[in-house]
């Protein structure tokens, strides 16, 4: 059985590290080495498409997998990953493979996409899973995991009572007809739910930022967060 989560886990933690865990952990809540997500959503690819998805994440590596539309005929699905130091998107019509890439860039994209969604269950941010953190401001914490070499540092920004608003880092984004460089990646957090004594954002928009202005095309709501593995 998985430990429970003591206040006492945060004793030395600085100041406002120590806020925001307190807050989006709550005691009793149970450590799991691993959390299942399931969602609702839209991304825009060309035209905004909805989705349903449910994700596996564990702080330092994800699956997410997607249906679209989101209806009983879901002809495609599409598959995100990091694991193990390589990651990859794939896409799937009617059971017919559409595209797949597990590149290197792609590959080192996805590696801060990991580390930046440890935040949908900060469970994964204890000071026991290995993540280290520094403080920036008052309101500004930021953290790295040594173990994911290509993953850049997370800025979250938090506000009196530890209240995530805003996840940020720089992200690794290669297009068509450019070489592959760090932009800025940013998610917007609104909203608060519990799950299983975790605080989690009720709402997230996400997106690249160009020229310090922020141009989103991912949208989800969390339906439930559970302990385990179950994809």
């Known amino acids: 059985m998985a430990a429970a989560f003591e206040l006492a886990m945060l004793d030395g933690v600085e100041e406002p590290v120590r806020r925001y865990l307190a807050h989006v952990v709550a005691p009793g809540a149970q450590l799991s080495a691993s959390w299942t997500l399931t969602m609702t959503g839209s991304i825009r690819v060309r035209a905004r498409l909805r989705f349903a998805a449910r994700q596996v994440l564990d702080g330092a590596s994800f699956t997410w997998r997607a249906r679209v539309p989101s209806n009983r005929l879901r002809p495609l699905e599409v598959t995100d ?4 130091g390589t990651g990859g998107t794939s896409g799937r019509l009617l059971g017919r493979q ?6 290197p860039d792609v590959t080192r994209s996805a590696a801060t996409r990991a580390v930046m969604e440890s935040t949908m269950v900060p469970a ?9 953190w520094e403080v920036l401001s008052e309101n500004a914490i930021r953290f790295r995991r040594p173990e994911v070499g290509d993953a850049e540092p997370v800025t979250v920004s938090i506000d009196a009572l530890g209240r995530p608003g805003r996840v940020e880092a720089l992200r690794w ?5 450019r070489p592959g460089r760090l932009v800025p990646f940013r998610a ?14 009720e709402k997230i928009i996400a997106g690249w930022v160009t020229d ?16 385990g593995a179950d994809l």
């Open 81 to 84: 990953f990091y694991r193990g």
């Open 98 to 103: 559409l595209f797949a890439d597990t590149g």
């Open 124 to 132: 994964t941010l204890l000071p026991h899973t290995g993540v280290r």
């Open 173 to 177: 984004r290669a297009d068509k007809n």
């Open 188 to 201: 917007t957090l609104s909203g608060e739910r519990a799950f299983a004594g975790i605080t989690v954002p």
């Open 212 to 227: 310090d202005r922020f141009e989103p095309f991912y949208i989800a709501r969390f339906a439930q967060v559970s302990p």
